[in-house]
């Protein structure tokens, strides 16, 4: 697993990114090209493992600030919708 440089390779880089972007670890594998077992010992290994929870980190991260950036947005978009007179209503 561990390469000379402290860097993983580029297999394990590929699976990091197919875990985030996969609803299950099956899935993953597949886009990874990898087998489900090989992908669940690599999770089980150290690098790997702290790999994958920063890289994790950092993509939840990302997600906050752009949900941040946005909140603005979707609150003026919501208040128009709201107080325009034009916009149609259910019954209560």
Do not use: C, N
């Not at 590929?14 to 993953?28: F, H, K, N, Y």
């Not at 950036?69 to 609150?75: E, G, R």
């Amino acid at each position: 697993m561990s390469q000379s440089d402290g860097k993983l390779g580029r297999k394990l880089e590929e699976a990091i990114v197919a875990l985030l972007s996969q609803r299950s670890v099956e899935d993953a594998a597949r886009v990874a090209d990898v087998t489900p077992r090989t992908l669940y010992r690599w999770m089980k290994e150290p690098e790997f493992d702290a790999a994958y929870r920063k890289t994790k980190r950092a993509a939840f991260g990302q997600s906050i600030a752009r949900l941040h950036h946005l909140s603005s947005a979707a609150v003026a978009t919501l208040g128009k919708i709201m107080f325009d007179s034009m916009t149609r209503r259910r019954p209560e």
